[in-house]
């Protein structure tokens, strides 16, 4: 369960001063949020030219920054969620038919995975072609501000963590949709 920092400081500031007393800050689900700023590079520019105007992004801290206690990830963005590395959590994987095959409806077409990139909400999808090659190469990402590219990085680079997709996308499987199947959760048969 979250703390009660924030409540509680707010109460002694009252105390304090008077009922008009507040702490400043920016609170989701019981957890505060910090703020950074960046400049964005120039669209057209030469490389290390940055736009002028400054950019925010949320920072989302492990640990309330007055205590000290840490952050129940579940608690906050749902009871499936999994830490696949730092400011990187995977909130939900669903089977997502797109192509849906008449002729072979059992076999899984998509999954639909959501993350939590710094605090950005990411969607991304993964087809069954991808999974019988043992590779994540996201089909379709779709993600708010400049972190996509980033965000395809990581898998790109990281066989650990195409590991542990694979993992949530067959445990998915095994747990919702693969009951009674004949296929696995790549869309091979079964042998």
């Known amino acids: 369960m979250a703390c009660d920092c924030i409540k ?4 002694l500031l009252k105390e304090k001063f008077n009922e008009t007393a507040t702490v400043n800050c920016e609170v989701l689900s019981g957890r505060v949020i910090v703020n950074g700023i960046y400049h964005k590079p120039k669209y057209k520019g030469k490389p ?5 105007k400054w950019e925010e992004v949320a920072l989302w801290p492990k640990y309330c920054p007055f205590c000290g206690k840490p952050y129940d990830i579940k608690e906050i963005y749902g009871p499936d ?3 696949l590395k730092e400011n990187l959590y995977c909130t939900h994987v669903e089977l997502n038919n ?5 002729e072979d409806q059992k076999r899984p077409i998509t999954y639909e995975l959501s993350f939590r990139y710094y605090g950005v909400e990411v969607s ?3 087809s069954i072609i991808r999974l019988k090659k043992h590779e994540v190469d996201f089909s ?4 708010d501000g400049d972190l996509m590219e980033s965000f395809e990085n ?3 680079d990281s066989g650990e963590l195409c590991e542990k997709i694979f993992e949530l996308c067959k445990k998915h499987w095994d747990e919702v949709e693969g009951k009674e199947s004949e296929y696995n959760y790549d869309g091979t048969r079964q042998p």
């Open 154 to 156: 990581l898998f790109r």
């Open 124 to 126: 991304a999808y993964i």
């Open 98 to 102: 797109w192509d849906y095959d008449e």
């Open 8 to 11: 509680n400081f707010d109460k």
């Open 140 to 143: 379709m990402v779709e993600c």
């Open 81 to 83: 969620t999994v830490e």
């Open 48 to 52: 290390g030219e940055y736009q002028q």
